[in-house]
């Protein structure tokens, strides 16, 4: 037995999958404190490729115009520089004028606060406030006991004398010491950005070897993936810049031209720092707008312009994020609200207020790594916009949980936008499906697929008065008024059930009466108490992989009771190579199968549409039915007497001239065929009596007469009569003395043809005498049975 014990190195992979999530988090790790230490390098050359991605374009155009590389990158370089100069001196010269007015400024400030002590109720409420809480200041901090102390001891004392002030101050700064505080706090942005500047030009000049030695090294022998993902990357950053770019410029220029006609002092300054500040995620508008706000509030005596400016920057920004921002962005960055708050978050915290500005770049890129990296799939997870869960499995998992409030609001949500079909068909169908699917790979507890199947029934119903509150009064009024016409059953399941009540809302809505019943209508004895009057349609739904046996045993067993009923299989999850519709139909003895709402619903629609043509169909009862089968085996028709049958079909063919008689039973057909029709017609007219002609007449235990089947509109749609070359079908029913229809004779021919009322006359007596030779030896055969009996006694 020693051999069969797992061998020690088995256990290495599992050791190796286990411990590769932490590796994975070790990486994250040493990735971030990199990024920190290294903030001094990293935060430039980000930079640098930021603005790669800015200046691309220009580099490009110009080379297109034959210009030399280094020249074209020295061009562009210097004209973004020559912006960003210009923009600085712009910015300069108003922050010059802003300091140079800061003291008109203080004046109007003084007399607003002035304005606001007097005005307020009570007097001086604010001077009282004041007073009060730096009141209570000192009694906190314990400073009026000591003042009270030290008034005390100075009033015991006779000989103190004043204390003297002394003042400290600094020696004035020399030189060298002046030009260093001075340049020093300047010499970090000016090296950065010369670091900028020159990584922008050396990116800019070995763009493609740097893009080819990043696909080698991220690739792994990957060279497709690594492509895709630097493609995807690149794509998304310079549409969000672009767009971003756009976006602020249709903010910040009619700010600034704005706050001009309302007054507000260098309205050029806060109309660039708009635009450049709404870089900043979220928080950005908010920092602009404090600004001209207090400017508002020092510049004019009153109130008007800080209304003015208030109520510009809450225009502006609702027109910008309802209208300008959906329409430019769509799914540029492909990233949620809440991630773009986490990273601008994150990447302050790691690079200062740089960071905060390149935070949504740098995550748009980790997005897309996350996206063609497994071990960093998390992070697409975690910060993408895109949903992590299909349409069908989120309205599953809600079904999962018992969460109808949820489910209806997704659901509700879905149909506004669309359908209730496509509802069903594109979520609701497949959620039951994974329900299906579920309980096939544990079969231990089935309680969940209960509370799965009841609370997407009261999904659908939710949905039925959603869509009848949205309908008019009329198309309501219409609504409720249909008469059931289409019978959706539950093939075995109550997933089969939801199924068949997302079928009836969807063909009520189309004006088609339904009506849903459950799984116990198909078992072996509710099945012949269904009432069928009035139906057309029957749709029999399965969520089992292989309905093929219990729907068949369901369409023969209704078949024999309403011939001219349609029947429909909705097959909702077929096992794959098993989808083929006429194969299907063949084994399920179905009139058409389905696996989709879209094609049963536009089926049924036109059955309805031909049912209401033909008018009312004959039906049979179960009690009729088994009447029927009794009178026939009471005609003891064994395999000699059927032979006998098939001979007299011959003769009745002869006589009438056509190539086809038979002699239809209630359980079987006997056919005769002429010699010259073709070999497949033969064998498609061997079969039951399911055939919807020869059911007709049973049922309707009438003559049946079609010159041309094909313009009767009661079966010019029927696949079982056209398929097999019907063209012309006369037949009376067999009738026992007793009044008990047992069958039926009928004569077809394959090209239409015409039927006198002598030819009608001559085929009903033909039947009558031919169930009269029938029963007559019969009776005879039960007198000679019954006197060999009398002998044998005797």
Not at 326 to 347: E, K, Q, V
Not at 714 to 721: E, L, M, Q, S
């Amino acid at each position: 037995m020693a051999e069969l014990a797992p061998a020690a190195p088995q256990g290495t992979p599992a050791s190796r999958v286990a411990s590769s999530p932490m590796l994975t988090a070790g990486g994250i790790v040493l990735a971030i404190g990199a990024l920190y230490l290294g903030r001094e390098i990293f935060v430039p050359f980000a930079l640098a490729i930021l603005l790669s991605f800015v200046l691309t374009p220009l580099v490009n155009w110009l080379r297109r115009w034959k210009v030399p590389r280094i020249a074209a990158v020295l061009i562009a370089v210097s004209l973004a520089f020559i912006v960003v100069a210009g923009i600085a001196l712009v910015v300069g010269r108003q922050l010059v004028q802003l300091a140079t007015n800061l003291p008109n400024y203080q004046t109007t400030i003084t007399e607003k606060i002035h304005s606001l002590q007097s005005s307020a109720p009570g007097g001086g409420v604010v001077d009282t406030v004041t007073t009060t809480m730096q009141d209570l200041g000192r009694e906190i901090s314990g400073e009026e006991k000591k003042s009270e102390a030290a008034s005390s001891g100075l009033g015991a004392g006779t000989g103190t004398r004043e204390p003297v002030t002394v003042r400290l101050e600094p020696p004035q700064p020399r030189p060298l010491e002046l030009i260093r505080s001075v340049i020093g706090p300047l010499l970090a942005p000016l090296a950065t950005s010369g670091l900028v500047v020159i990584f922008v030009i050396f990116v800019l000049l070995e763009r493609e070897d740097l893009r080819d030695r990043f696909i080698k090294l991220a690739g792994a022998g990957d060279l497709q993936k690594s492509t895709q993902a630097l493609n995807d990357a690149a794509s998304r950053v310079s549409r969000y810049l672009l767009m971003q770019l756009v976006v602020n410029l249709t903010y910040g220029i009619p700010i600034g031209v704005a706050l001009y006609f309302v007054g507000v002092p260098n309205a050029i300054l806060w109309g660039l720092l708009a635009a450049v500040l709404r870089f900043i995620p979220y928080l950005g508008p908010f920092l602009a707008a404090i600004f001209p706000v207090a400017l508002a509030i020092a510049v004019d005596p009153g109130w008007t312009m800080l209304f003015w400016v208030v109520g510009l920057f809450l225009t502006a920004e609702l027109i910008s994020n309802n209208v300008i921002e959906p329409w430019l962005y769509g799914s540029s960055t492909g990233l949620s609200s809440l991630a773009i708050i986490i990273a601008a978050i994150f990447w302050t915290m790691l690079w200062g207020p740089v960071g905060l500005f390149l935070a949504t770049p740098l995550t748009v890129c980790l997005v897309v790594i996350g996206r063609y990296v497994p071990q960093l799939e998390f992070l697409g997870v975690l910060l993408g916009s895109d949903p992590v869960l299909a349409p069908e499995e989120q309205l599953y998992q809600r079904l999962l949980a018992g969460n109808i409030e949820e489910a209806v609001e997704f659901a509700e949500n879905y149909v506004d936008e669309c359908s209730s079909r496509e509802l069903y068909d594109n979520v609701g169908i497949p959620a039951l499906r994974l329900a299906e699917n579920d309980r096939q790979r544990s079969s231990t507890d089935t309680n969940y697929r209960r509370l799965v199947a009841e609370t997407a029934i009261s999904v659908v119903r939710e949905v039925d008065d959603h869509v009848r509150e949205k309908a008019s009064a009329v198309e309501v009024g219409n609504h409720l008024t249909q008469q059931p016409c289409v019978l959706c059953l539950a093939g075995r399941t109550e997933l089969d059930h939801a199924a068949s009540e997302m079928l009836a809302q969807v063909l009520q809505e189309r004006n088609v009466g339904a009506k849903v019943l459950p799984p116990i209508v198909v078992s072996r004895g509710a099945l012949e108490q269904l009432d069928l009057q009035g139906v057309d349609v029957v749709c029999l739904s399965y969520f089992h992989p292989q309905p093929q046996v219990y729907a068949r045993y369901v369409f023969r067993r209704l078949r024999r009771r309403a011939p001219q009923v349609k029947f429909a299989v909705c097959c909702w999850n077929l096992i794959a190579g098993m989808e083929h519709a006429e194969e299907l139909k063949r084994q399920m003895a179905a009139d058409a199968a389905f696996a989709s709402l879209q094609a049963c619903t536009e089926q049924v629609e036109a059955w309805i549409g031909r049912a209401a043509v033909r008018g009312d169909a004959p039906q049979v009862t179960a009690e009729a039915e088994r009447a029927q089968l009794t009178a026939l085996r009471s005609l003891g028709l064994d395999a000699s007497k059927r032979q006998a049958l098939d001979e007299a079909s011959k003769k009745i063919g002869q006589a009438f001239n056509v190539p086809i008689a038979l002699v239809s039973l209630v359980d079987e057909t006997h056919p005769t065929a002429a010699d010259s029709l073709p070999q497949e017609v033969q064998t498609g007219l061997q079969g039951n009596h399911e055939g919807s002609l020869d059911a007709h007449v049973i049922a309707a235990d009438d003559m049946l007469v079609c010159e041309d089947v094909t313009e009767d509109p009661r079966f010019a749609d029927d696949p079982r009569v056209l398929e097999r070359g019907i063209r012309f079908y006369a037949g009376v029913p067999l009738r026992t003395l007793s009044g008990h229809v047992v069958g039926c004779l009928c004569v077809i021919d394959t090209e239409p043809r015409e039927f006198t009322e002598r030819d009608r006359h001559r085929l009903q007596e033909v039947a009558n005498q031919l169930m009269a030779d029938i029963q007559n030896a019969q009776a005879t055969n039960d007198v000679y049975s019954e006197r060999t009996r009398t002998s044998d006694e005797t």
